[in-house]
């Protein structure tokens, strides 16, 4: 069991090695970020009040198509010299092959989050200090979900025709609960609600969200990687 | 043989589905809606085929998974083309109501976007077979997709009525008066849309299955 994890680590530090030394991924996913909060303050008046209120909603279609870039590049990266052929030879189980690379995109993911965060809250004057702890926990769940299930589809769309394209036509509507539990619940806590009734039952759904899907990950992803 | 019986089936379904019209049409209107209510005869039925649709199509795409037969994949996309045309169908029928009745096409409602979510979903597993070239792949992909797909649906449903809801409470079968011929109508209504959609799923399935043959038949030219 130990070696499990072993090698689930060893997956996560070399796609996170690779990643660090081109930094095409999360360059491409920060800039593109940026860009999407730049097309928002055209779109919603940054200012108005309303704006705030719809603010988690627009952080969370910023997060979901700027982690779509780095997702789409943890099985396409392994494409050049047929890395992923050998990755599917060496002598690990596919489960910790797909988590060792999920949990590199989870920290890929989470640090495009959280630079773009405070980003968000400088151009759009959102408070989003006051309650960090419950937001932190609400990004770290969310980022899952898409991390996850973004990992899985990522695997499934690596060598097809017009990958790009695919990746977030098959993610986004099975993502959809979990972006809706994500969205409401950074609503509430950039406007100074804390998490409570409503709110907790949202935060649940999230748990439960992630749980299911990277459970039933883990048990297809052999049949995705070998066939 | 079995293509009597399709043709059969067929028959059976469209002479079924006019019966249910005429009957349909000599209903009374509904109180207060008028003539427009009797869009739910239609509307229900294709709703119930199409999940009886989604359903078959997990079989298909479990069982392919477990024994690698072709046979189960070609029963699994048949039946979610079908499913879809169906859902279709129900989204249609839902939009002309609200219009009468509400006035706007589509609203944002918790019903109506789990149904849009779930063709969304369908819709990308066609999508996800056309880019694959290779049949093993695709099959075993589009499985697996369609596993996830199914699971998802339960939670999209479930996670979106807790919003406001719009939609009327189920009509059949909800707890309300409707006379019992209305009932009879729609039942026959959801047996001639099943016996359709069982007609429609074969007639796909060897197109299916009639493609794969094309196919092995050119590989094996090719390898000459």
Redesign the interface.
Known sequence: MLSFFRQVLVVTVKDLRAELRTKEAVNASLAFALVILLMFSFAFDPLEETTREISGGLLWIVFAFAGTLVLNRSFAREQPNDCLDALIAAPISGAALFLGKALANYVLVLAVELIALPVFGIFYGVHWTDQFPELLLVLLLGAWALTVVGTIFSALTVNIRLREVMLPMLTYPILVPALMGAMQLTAGLVNGKPISGDSFSWLKMLIGFDVIFTAVSLVLVETVLVG | MRDKLLVFLGVVAMLLLARDILVIAGFPNEANQGAIFKIIFFHVPVAMAAMLCAAASLIGSVMF?LTRNFKYDALAVSVTEVGLAFLAANLVTGSIWGRVIWGIWWTWDARLTSAL?CW??YA?YL??RH???EP??RA??AA??S???F??VP??I???K?WRTQHPQPVFWGGGSIPGDWYLAALLNLLAMVLLGIVLTVVRLRQEEAQREIDSLRRTAHAF
Request: aromatic share 18%.
């Open positions: 998974l979510v969304l979903l990308g999508m996800l880019a694959i070239e093993t792949q075993t992909f697996v997709f596993i996830f797909a699971i998802d939670i999209v479930f996670s979106i807790w």
